[in-house]
């Protein structure tokens, strides 16, 4: 769970303002989404990072597997407390699970207020308005609708020095992989018109965010339904011009979608950061086609390949999934040979989770708990180690270091492959761009120091 925090921002109000909790799971689609709904608020609401002290509580879920899910639930289950004692206290459940479960949310839990969808956040103040006013009223927000377009943002990021940030430029999915339940709660794929999406660069960048990365289900195919958008690869190349944007990243693609034009873009844009997400899900073609994913095994190592041939310093990250139903030890061995393959710099591994509604749910050869464990387990074993080395050959190296946060630790920044450095330094240096010597390589991070 993340907790939005934020220093004092907006200078009207600042006295009347109430105070605003939000807890965040899930994917950056829903950090994103939590921004906004500080953004929207920001004129009435100013955020803490304590809930007891809070006169709303808005909780942005997260049902991609059971355990983001029940976590929910239960954090839910301890704002009642606070509501015992403070009885004016709001409390909404938003996000996919609110999408999800909608109603059935309000009758479970007589506590909670409001359950609103992630289309219905711009309509928040009102919402909020509305529940302060009467005591009595419980609001359902779980609008679906195919042509929603996301709102330009009215006031500035909720935390100034923001040195990164998510943009989102498309909406929703249509891929229906078999495990997934994202197009069920977020909708069919939409693109945001490109204007729009410059135009909130152009904003945060103003605001003094030097890393933007454009978010969605699966980029690669942005545009595809509007003849007058450009492609992904153009979008990013209108992006990289934009000035005082010093990195670009985007997530997730797809690798269906993939193309050369894409792919050239490493290497040659000066913004465009060498890293990417690739989720492969699984080495084995049989599970990839159950799977609903469109690509093989094959398919995906030639599109590395390429990826590496244009870009050869590229560093590759990717999502898998152990226990598909009927992932046989077979299956199991090929994931485990992609990864030797592949070498990829981080995994996000996770045990398959039956999600209802969903085509895999239904499938009769589910695999046991125990068995899923077992995979999981040496899948990222096998990784640890292949980490190591990949951030093993970044000892002794130069890299270009963004600045993002200072603690009691020391500096915290990452080079433009996404890898974490940890050094010694003036806090001056937050949010500027620096060269750094890496002297030492850990499991999940770089330790580095000055030149
Ligand atoms: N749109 C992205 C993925 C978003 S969900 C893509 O297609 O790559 C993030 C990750 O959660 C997925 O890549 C997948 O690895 C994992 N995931 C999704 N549904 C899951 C399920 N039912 N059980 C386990 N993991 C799942
Ligand atoms: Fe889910 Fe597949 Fe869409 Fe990704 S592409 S959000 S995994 S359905
Ligand atoms: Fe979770 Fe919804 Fe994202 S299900 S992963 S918060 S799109």
Redesign the pocket.
Same mark, same amino acid.
């Given at each position: 769970m993340k907790t939005l925090s934020c220093t004092e921002n907006y200078h009207g109000h600042a006295l009347s303002r109430k105070r605003l909790f939000i807890a965040t799971f899930g &994917?950056q689609m829903n950090e994103y989404d939590s921004q906004r709904m500080a953004q929207i608020l920001q004129k009435d609401y100013r955020l803490t990072i304590a809930p007891e002290e809070a006169d709303v509580i808005l909780i942005n879920t997260c049902s991609?597997?059971e355990k983001p899910e029940n976590k929910v639930y239960s954090l839910v289950g301890r704002y009642r407390r606070l509501k015992n004692k403070r009885p004016d206290l709001i409390i909404g459940v938003g996000g996919c699970v609110a999408q999800q479960e909608g109603q059935r949310i309000l009758d479970r839990m007589p506590y909670v207020d409001l359950v609103f969808g992630p289309q219905a956040i711009y309509r928040l103040p009102k919402m909020l308005r509305d529940l302060s006013r009467d005591k009595s009223t419980r609001i359902c927000a779980t609008p679906m609708e195919n042509d929603f377009e996301i709102p330009s943002p009215e006031a500035p990021l909720p935390n100034p020095g923001t040195v990164r940030t998510f943009v989102t430029i498309m909406q929703g &999915?249509d891929?229906f992989?078999t495990?997934?339940?994202?197009p069920f709660v977020r909708g069919r794929e939409t693109s945001r018109p490109p204007g729009a999406i410059l135009e909130e660069i152009r904003q945060v960048v103003s605001e003094g965010v030097k890393e933007v990365t454009l978010l969605g289900?699966?980029v690669n195919s942005y545009g595809k339904k509007n003849v007058n958008f450009p492609d992904f690869a153009g979008l990013l190349r209108l992006a990289d011009g934009i000035d005082g944007l010093r990195r670009l990243r985007f997530t997730?693609s797809?690798p269906k979608d993939l193309s050369d034009a894409l792919i050239n873009c490493f290497g040659r844009l000066e913004t465009l950061c060498e890293h990417l997400h690739l989720?492969v899900?699984s080495g084995s073609s049989r599970v990839l086609k159950r799977m609903n994913r469109h690509y093989d095994r094959d398919g995906y190592l030639d599109k590395v390949e390429r990826l590496r041939k244009a870009c050869p310093e590229i560093s590759l990250t990717t999502?898998?999934?152990v226990g598909f139903p009927g992932e046989s030890e077979r299956d199991f061995q090929d994931t485990l040979s992609l990864l030797k393959i592949v070498e990829y710099d981080q995994i996000?591994a996770?045990?398959?989770?039956?999600?209802p509604g969903?085509r895999a749910a239904e499938f009769d050869d589910q695999i046991e708990e125990e068995e899923k464990s077992r995979r999981l387990a040496e899948v990222l074993d096998l990784q640890k180690k292949i980490g190591f080395k990949r951030f093993k050959a970044l000892e002794n190296t130069i890299q270009e270091v963004l600045i993002e946060s200072v603690d009691q630790a020391g500096l915290k920044g990452r080079t433009r492959g996404n890898h974490v450095v940890h050094l010694e330094g003036n806090k001056n240096l937050v949010g500027k761009l620096i060269r750094i010597r890496i002297d030492r390589a850990g499991n999940h991070s770089l330790r580095g120091s000055t030149i």
């Open positions: &994917c991609i597997r &999915c891929n992989c495990y997934c339940i994202v289900q699966n997730t797809h989720p899900q999502d898998l999934i996000f996770f045990k398959y989770s039956p999600r969903t």
